[in-house]
């Protein structure tokens, strides 16, 4: 019997995510780290495409519920308390489908790209270690802007914060770079100068041959291998 999963209004076959075992990106997680503005979700687009990472970002979800709320995508100090509270209820609710959503395919062991700002370098360093845990290899992109950048870039999106919660989260960021590089390894961590857009891509390109590189290299995760190759065994068995 095939069982369906749940989420996002969307069903998943759980069948259909075992075939993961021949993605190359399974076992693999990439985090992204930045501030606001730095562009994160541009670098993603450019880099992670065709390799079968699937998106982990509560941004998604967070921006469709502000709307269906009528509430603005632009946060300001002079927000009454009752937008504030409707704002972070809505903020929960987009954790919490994403959290659904990482489960679904956590459980398929698919490659996942974690989309975070990386102020909070515990919480990084958890999650790295849980998803280490359970057979995954992992890797991170930093993407880094100047201050000046990062204030031009967040008063231009659609979804703003104000400007102090722009400088206190990159002055955050920043104090973890040296952090990150210790905690993943400088094979696994690349720092990506994004302050600048231009038609020269080769940032991108460069970026793109390294996670390219790091989807198809073998896992190194002792648990990762384990699981892939009971799986291939079971499919061979057809069980």
């Not at 609710?93 to 679904?104: E, F, G, L, P, S």
């Not at 270690?129 to 880094?144: A, C, H, S």
């Amino acid at each position: 019997m095939r069982f369906r999963k749940f989420y996002e209004n969307t069903f998943i076959d759980e069948d259909l995510l075992i075939e993961g075992v021949y993605d190359p990106s399974i076992f693999k997680a990439i985090f992204l780290a930045g501030g606001p503005g730095s562009g994160k979700s541009f670098v993603a687009r450019k880099t992670t495409i065709g390799f079968g990472f699937k998106m982990i970002n509560s941004d998604l979800p967070f921006e469709a519920g502000l709307e269906k709320a009528g509430i603005s995508k632009k946060m300001s100090d002079e927000d009454s308390p009752e937008t504030v509270a409707k704002r972070d209820t809505v903020r929960a609710h987009a954790k919490d489908i994403t959290k659904k959503r990482m489960d679904v395919f956590l459980k398929g062991k698919l490659g996942l790209v974690i989309d975070g700002t990386g102020k909070d370098y515990n919480k990084i360093s958890r999650q790295k270690q849980k998803l280490e845990k359970i057979g995954y290899d992992t890797y991170m992109i930093f993407v880094n802007t100047t201050l000046d950048v990062a204030k031009q870039r967040n008063a231009k999106r659609a979804r703003s914060v104000p400007e102090n919660i722009v400088v206190d989260g990159w002055n955050q960021v920043q104090s973890n770079i040296g952090k990150f590089q210790t905690l993943f390894g400088t094979n696994r961590f690349k720092i990506v100068d994004n302050s600048v857009y231009s038609d020269d891509k080769q940032i991108f390109i460069e970026v793109w041959k390294e996670i390219k590189k790091f989807s198809k290299k073998d896992i190194s995760n002792p648990l990762g291998k384990k699981w892939i190759s009971m799986a291939l065994m079971k499919k061979k068995l057809g069980v």
